[in-house]
């Protein structure tokens, strides 16, 4: 199976030009990858909310909102499977949430456990977590998501010996990133998984991108910063 890590840039608040950037890697990576994946909260961008929720649950989306329906669409229309972050609404509650959409339907839906999403100081009761880590299985193969923070509060929970994959949006400069961050993220991935694709976007705040795949806590293969790319990535069945 050949993943994409799509490193694309992300406006923060503008889903019709996220939706775009979306559809530009899909159509990159046809016949190249079964999966493509983006960042944490991609979709609306990771600092799209202002913490007010009149406001904010205007931003988040639905599971059966138009951006789904059109991600939905290009699935089946390019061949390729979608992993990305978004804010989603559920009713009168807003999460950091990750689709997974294949063939035209959703897959799995997964909800940030850790709070660091959010500036939990300032917000009320409408921000939540979610309380379930669930496996899906894709084309033979086991797959746990995990959310940014997620792996830095609760690593114990993602341990898997399958496959992990980790969106983010992480802001360390690409100073930060080799002289520290490198290899803290990768010994923090290698709490919970060997194998784990961490996808991060390139946006203003800023964000520098640089997807990686870490193996057995190392940097095994890697995106430069602050440039768009996508890094593929082959994952064997036998991770299964």
């Not at 969106?167 to 100073?175: D, H, M």
């Not at 002289?179 to 993220?185: C, H, P, R």
Request: glycine share 6%.
């Amino acid at each position: 199976m050949n993943v994409g890590l799509a490193s694309f840039i992300c406006k923060n608040k503008d889903i019709t030009y996220n939706l775009s950037q979306i559809e530009r890697a899909m159509r990159v990576v046809q016949g190249k990858v079964d999966l493509i994946c983006f960042g944490e909260a991609y979709l609306q961008g990771f600092d799209c909310l202002c913490w007010d929720y009149k406001t904010d649950k205007n931003m988040a989306v639905e599971i059966s909102s138009e951006p789904m329906r059109q991600l939905c669409i290009w699935t089946k229309e390019y061949g390729v499977a979608l992993i990305t972050g978004y804010i989603e609404k559920d009713q009168d509650s807003l999460y950091s949430s990750c689709v997974v959409i294949e063939d035209g339907r959703v897959l799995h839906n997964y909800r940030r456990i850790s709070r660091g999403w959010k500036e939990y100081w300032k917000t009320d009761e409408h921000y939540k977590e979610g309380n379930s880590i669930e496996e899906f299985e894709f084309h033979g193969i086991k797959i746990t998501l995990a959310l940014c923070g997620d792996l830095w509060d609760y690593p114990e929970k993602f341990k898997t010996n399958h496959l992990l994959i980790w969106p983010v949006s992480v802001n360390f400069s690409p100073v930060e990133w080799e002289q520290k961050e490198l290899d803290a993220y990768a010994k923090q991935a290698a709490l919970a998984a060997n194998d784990v694709l961490m996808i991060n976007p390139i946006d203003d705040s800023p964000t520098h991108g640089g997807s990686i795949y870490f193996r057995e806590g190392k940097v095994a293969d890697r995106l430069a910063f602050d440039k768009e790319d996508i890094l593929i990535v082959e994952i064997e069945n036998k991770l299964s």
